[in-house]
């Protein structure tokens, strides 16, 4: 999750999208050729939340009141 900041993805050394604050780029990661064809790069000072996608869905399921302000910031 993009807490602060702006980030380029790169798919095959040309930038195909980005990100900016409060989005999700955790499907990107999990591609087998991810790390060989594709990057993500930091445009300025950013901050990154690494969370378990289960854990986190589990804790949703949890907490109602989370969940509403999550769904609320998006």
Do not use: C, H, P, R
């Not at 993805?9 to 409060?22: F, R």
């Not at 499907?27 to 790069?41: D, G, P, V, Y």
């Amino acid at each position: 999750i993009v807490y602060e900041g702006l980030i380029n993805i790169y798919e095959n050394g040309k930038v195909t999208g980005g990100t900016k604050k409060g989005e999700f780029i955790g499907e990107l990661m999990q591609s087998a050729n991810f790390t060989k064809s594709n990057l993500i790069i930091a445009v300025e000072s950013t901050v990154l939340f690494k969370i378990n996608k289960d854990n986190f869905y589990e804790l949703l399921s949890d907490n109602m009141k989370l969940a509403k302000k999550i769904v609320e910031y998006v």
